[in-house]
């Protein structure tokens, strides 16, 4: 017979498993709330963007690096088609997946918001 006191520990070294939230319950919190320019939307097209939409190379006369280029893709539209990969628009980032779902939310709220910069 297996006494209780190795059965306990058993049973508790499986419990100590360091779950996060996504491997729990398969999402993750995305805020979406305060979104501005300088809050999220910089850092997001900074890091998926700007390497081919900035200062050193801007295919297409397109930037992504200041608010103010970025301004004249929200008002006619582009950046939401691109991002969110909508017909008659190129996919953006090229040759890649869409963002994650939560840029996406991100992005398409604070262009729901009109895009504010703070």
Same mark, same amino acid.
């Given at each position: 017979? #297996?006494? %209780?006191?190795?059965? =306990? ?8 498993? /360091?779950?996060?939230?996504? &491997?729990? $319950? ?17 850092? #997001?097209? %900074?890091?998926?963007? =700007? ?8 295919? /297409?006369?397109?930037?992504? &690096?200041? $608010? ?51």
């Amino acid at each position: 017979m #297996i006494p %209780a006191m190795f059965i =306990v520990i058993f049973l508790a070294s499986f419990s100590c498993t /360091n779950y996060n939230e996504l &491997d729990l $319950y398969g999402v993750v919190d995305c805020d979406t709330t305060d979104i501005t320019w300088e809050s999220t939307i910089a850092d #997001i097209l %900074a890091e998926n963007c =700007v390497r081919c939409h900035g200062p050193a190379i801007s295919y /297409n006369g397109v930037r992504h &690096d200041s $608010y103010e280029a970025e301004l004249i893709v929200v008002n006619d539209g582009r950046l939401r088609g691109v991002v969110n990969h909508l017909p008659g628009y190129p996919q953006m980032p090229f040759d890649g997946p869409k963002l994650p779902e939560c840029e996406l939310l991100q992005i398409n709220t604070w262009l729901d918001n009109g895009a504010p910069e703070k």
